[in-house]
Every structure is written in structure tokens, then in C-alpha cells.
């Protein structure tokens, strides 16, 4: 199947071709919605679409390509944090725990009151999406794990709101052997680091942005909103967990700004991968197509 190819579903019809299909309104199968572009180009036959898609029709930002299933069905999905999945607080209030949303339960932490950051229920700048809000001195941590090599990839959804010598998104955790890291500097500039910098200028009017950065030694690779910016040598550090808003000590180089998801993986990801995690993350928050 092309990726402009059209599965069409007839009126009435609930479940044909995808398990969860089902009327929306009156007796019109997903309302008045009788063809659907599926916009993929991984499967070929519609058997494979159903094995891929089932549950995906009951999330309404589907039809925008937002629908996160597929971050999970990528191999190597070691830490996926999405402001979204916070679901015990209220618009203010102050973040102890940002839950992981993979299954591996490493949820970022943060004990100390004066360093929490603040969930904001409806963020306007990303599509009214939750986002967790990083100001002064906060910062979360990941539980620390066995250490683990390049490459890997991890996605990245934020918003400075100031700029400064240097704001990190992210970086290791509390270790100096280990440490993979974003962050905003001078200049204003974006800056990967797992050993040695890489970096490019950005305008000190950067909104909400879509960081994918490919860890992977002398070819690792930084895409901003779907587009490459920078390819080189950032160095050989592994991936041990993440110290999120603040460097790895908790206690510099702290973020000012706003960040909505954060999904690491323990692998260099497929051309076609990218682009699907992508899609959806921009799709999500309205985020400038490529």
C-alpha cells in the first residue's frame, strides 16, 4: 500500500477493517468520515494496518497524526515522559513526580520543594497540551541505570522562555562517565553534548520546538522540527538516565522554559521511525511542519 493510498469504509460500517471502528454519529461510520488516508508507508497489506492500528480510532487526535501508540511499538523505548500523562495534579501545582510512560517505571523525581517545577494543565503555545514548567532552581531526576552505549536517540518538546550563558534541557545523571545532554547557551544556540559540543544558532524568539538528536559518535545528527541542522562528533558518552531542566548535579545551568515530552531509546532509529515520532509530536502540539 502507498503512502497516498486511500482504505475507503462504507456507511454503517463498524469493525470491517479496523477492530475499534464505530459509528460516531447516526448510523455514518466515524461520522461523516468515509475515507481515511492512512498516511504511512510501513505496512502493505490491510491486515498489517489492523495489527498496527487496532485501538488507534478512539484517540481523537488520530485524525491530526497525533496518536502515541507508536512510540511504543518502536524497539528500544527506554524513557518516555509526556506532561500529558500526569494525571493527579491540578494547573499549578508542583511536580514531584513526572510519571514514565513506557513500562520500564522511571519516573522522574523531585524531593526537595524549592526545585520542583509546576505542571500547567492547558498550555496555549502547545495546541492547550499539558507541559511542565521549569523556572530558577527546579529540576527532576530519573532513577539512575546500567550504563548504555551509542547510539541512542532522544526526542525533546520545549519552549525557553528566557535565555541565558546556558539552559539545559536535559543531561546525564549525577555521573560524570555517562552523560548525554541538550540544552540552550549563549548566543542563543542549540547544544548537544556527550563528550564534545555540537551546536547551531537558533532566534531569540524560538518557540516551541521538536528536538531529535542521534547520539552515535563521529555521525550523530540533530533534527529541529523534522529538519536536519547539524551533523558531527559529539563524543562517545552512553545514556545512564536523565537529569531533567538542570545539569547533572541538580544544581546549574538550569532550564527556563516550558517542556511537554521527553522519549529516549536505546537505539538509532530507522529514517522511517524518526519521521513516524516525528509526525506524531508535531502534530500534538502544533509544532511547524518541515
Same mark, same amino acid.
Given at each position: 500500500?502507498?503512502?497516498?493510498?486511500?482504505?475507503?469504509?462504507?456507511?454503517?460500517?463498524?469493525?470491517? +477493517?479496523? =477492530?475499534?471502528?464505530?459509528?460516531?454519529?447516526?448510523?455514518?461510520?466515524?461520522?461523516?468520515?468515509?475515507?481515511?488516508?492512512?498516511?504511512?508507508?510501513?505496512?502493505?497489506? /490491510?491486515?498489517? +494496518?489492523?495489527?498496527?492500528?487496532?485501538?488507534?480510532? @478512539?484517540?481523537? &487526535? $488520530?485524525?491530526?497524526?497525533?496518536? &502515541? /501508540?507508536?512510540?511504543?511499538?518502536?524497539?528500544? #523505548?527506554?524513557?518516555?515522559?509526556?506532561? @500529558?500523562?500526569?494525571?493527579?495534579?491540578?494547573?499549578?501545582?508542583?511536580?514531584?513526580?513526572?510519571?514514565?510512560? /513506557?513500562?520500564? *517505571?522511571?519516573?522522574?523525581?523531585? *524531593?526537595?520543594?524549592?526545585?520542583?517545577?509546576?505542571?500547567?494543565?492547558?498550555?496555549?503555545? %502547545? =495546541?492547550?497540551? /499539558?507541559?511542565?514548567?521549569? %523556572?530558577?532552581?527546579?529540576?527532576?531526576?530519573?532513577?539512575?541505570?546500567? %550504563? !548504555?552505549?551509542?547510539?541512542?536517540?532522544?526526542?525533546?518538546?520545549?519552549?525557553?522562555?528566557?535565555?541565558?550563558?546556558?539552559?539545559? !534541557?536535559?543531561?546525564?545523571?549525577?555521573?560524570?562517565?555517562?552523560?548525554?545532554?541538550? *540544552?540552550?547557551?549563549? *548566543?542563543?544556540?542549540?547544544?548537544?553534548?556527550?563528550?564534545?559540543?555540537?551546536? $547551531?544558532?537558533?532566534?531569540?524568539?524560538?518557540?516551541?520546538? #521538536?528536538?531529535?538528536?542521534?547520539?552515535?559518535?563521529?555521525?550523530?545528527?540533530?533534527?529541529?522540527?523534522?529538519?536536519?541542522?547539524?551533523?558531527?562528533?559529539?563524543?562517545?558518552?552512553?545514556?545512564?538516565?536523565?537529569?531533567?531542566?538542570?545539569?547533572?548535579? &541538580?544544581?546549574?545551568?538550569?532550564?527556563?522554559?516550558? !517542556?511537554?515530552?521527553?522519549?529516549?531509546?536505546?537505539?538509532? #532509529?530507522?529514517?522511517?521511525?524518526?519521521?513516524?515520532?516525528?509526525?506524531?509530536?508535531?502534530?500534538?502540539?502544533?509544532?511547524?511542519?518541515?
Amino acid at each position: 500500500m502507498a503512502t497516498a493510498d486511500v482504505v475507503t469504509v462504507a456507511s454503517g460500517t463498524t469493525g470491517a +477493517i479496523f =477492530k475499534n471502528a464505530r459509528a460516531v454519529v447516526g448510523t455514518n461510520a466515524f461520522g461523516a468520515i468515509y475515507a481515511l488516508d492512512i498516511g504511512i508507508d510501513d505496512v502493505s497489506t /490491510s491486515g498489517q +494496518i489492523e495489527a498496527r492500528y487496532t485501538n488507534r480510532f @478512539d484517540d481523537p &487526535d $488520530y485524525y491530526g497524526g497525533a496518536n &502515541d /501508540s507508536i512510540v511504543s511499538e518502536i524497539a528500544g #523505548l527506554e524513557l518516555w515522559l509526556k506532561a @500529558d500523562f500526569i494525571t493527579t495534579l491540578a494547573d499549578g501545582d508542583l511536580v514531584t513526580t513526572w510519571p514514565d510512560a /513506557s513500562t520500564n *517505571g522511571r519516573d522522574a523525581e523531585q *524531593g526537595t520543594i524549592s526545585q520542583k517545577p509546576t505542571f500547567v494543565l492547558n498550555e496555549t503555545t %502547545a =495546541k492547550n497540551k /499539558s507541559v511542565v514548567r521549569f %523556572a530558577t532552581d527546579d529540576s527532576l531526576d530519573t532513577p539512575a541505570v546500567s %550504563a !548504555i552505549g551509542q547510539p541512542t536517540t532522544i526526542f525533546s518538546v520545549w519552549r525557553p522562555t528566557s535565555f541565558g550563558p546556558t539552559h539545559y !534541557i536535559y543531561d546525564g545523571n549525577n555521573n560524570v562517565t555517562h552523560r548525554q545532554r541538550l *540544552g540552550v547557551i549563549g *548566543g542563543p544556540s542549540i547544544e548537544a553534548w556527550a563528550l564534545i559540543s555540537v551546536s $547551531y544558532s537558533i532566534p531569540d524568539t524560538q518557540g516551541i520546538t #521538536l528536538m531529535a538528536v542521534e547520539y552515535n559518535g563521529a555521525n550523530s545528527q540533530m533534527f529541529e522540527n523534522g529538519v536536519l541542522k547539524v551533523a558531527g562528533d559529539m563524543g562517545g558518552k552512553g545514556w545512564d538516565g536523565l537529569t531533567i531542566g538542570a545539569d547533572y548535579t &541538580d544544581l546549574g545551568s538550569n532550564f527556563d522554559g516550558d !517542556i511537554a515530552e521527553i522519549i529516549v531509546y536505546s537505539s538509532l #532509529l530507522s529514517t522511517s521511525d524518526r519521521n513516524n515520532i516525528e509526525t506524531y509530536l508535531r502534530a500534538k502540539y502544533n509544532i511547524g511542519q518541515p
